[in-house]
């Protein structure tokens, strides 16, 4: 099975603009979830999707949006960047919800904000 | 308040030799526990998820044990390759309503050196 796939892996906006990134699942995932990752706060749990449904939401504010398909396949959008919204942008899939069964992450897509 | 706690923060070890990275947490109610290896740039790879009732589990030279009832996880890295370094990340997920709360450590990066 071909794995987790993000687009784009790699992003430069400028502060105040949007941008809206992808994720396709393992096929037969329903649960796709969405993380930041920044080298001083680590993993960060941004929300997850379970069958078209958001199913759980992280401390974050509400620039950032998510959606998920019928298809399974989910995409994020964060609204006005800031500087601090560089990060790496990880999603992953799982037969289940996240916090119960097993996730195969994505390779990431790289935000760098200006 | 949820958290995890991973030591030492880095560590570098020669080719061939072992290593044990600690997890301490403060979750409650535990639902499981999960070790990643994040290779530089890549998204996390899941290497072991252990429930409540499991005190050990092996992913080839990758060992994990949990002692729940002192909330404290390691992972021991048995004859070490210079593939092995990365940065090892401990989860640990909750119940909550509806849904689970993943908690993340920060992680520890390994370096093992010829």
């Known amino acids: 099975k071909a794995g987790v796939t993000q687009t784009p892996r790699y992003l430069i906006k400028t502060r105040g603009q949007q941008v809206t990134l992808s994720c396709s699942p393992i096929?037969?995932?329903?649960?796709v979830s969405w993380y930041q990752q920044t080298p001083g706060q680590g993993l960060q749990f941004l929300f997850e999707y379970f069958s078209e449904t958001q199913r759980n939401k992280g401390n974050f504010p509400g620039r950032f949006s998510g959606r998920q398909f019928s298809n399974s396949r989910s995409e994020m959008n964060v609204s006005t960047l800031e500087l601090g919204d560089s990060a790496l942008y990880l999603c992953?899939?799982?037969?289940?919800?996240?916090?119960?069964?097993?996730?195969?992450f994505g390779p990431g897509t790289r935000l760098t904000v200006l | 308040k949820n958290q995890v706690e991973q030591s030492p923060q880095s560590l570098i070890i020669l080719e061939g030799k072992n290593c044990t990275l600690q997890?301490?947490?403060?979750?409650?109610?535990?639902?499981?526990l999960r070790w990643y290896k994040q290779d530089t740039g890549r998204g996390p790879v899941s290497l072991t998820i252990m429930t409540f009732s499991e005190n050990t589990k092996s992913n080839g030279r990758y060992t994990a044990t949990l002692d729940a009832d002192t909330k404290q996880s390691s992972l021991h890295i048995t004859a070490s390759q210079l593939s092995d370094s990365a940065s090892y990340i401990c989860v640990v997920s909750a119940p909550g309503a509806g849904s689970y709360q993943l908690t993340f450590g920060k992680g520890t990066k390994l370096s093992v050196i010829p």
């Open positions: 096929s037969g995932h329903r649960s």
């Open positions: 997890c301490n947490y403060t979750v409650s109610p535990f639902s499981n």
């Open positions: 992953a899939s799982g037969p289940g919800l996240a916090g119960e069964r097993e996730q195969f």
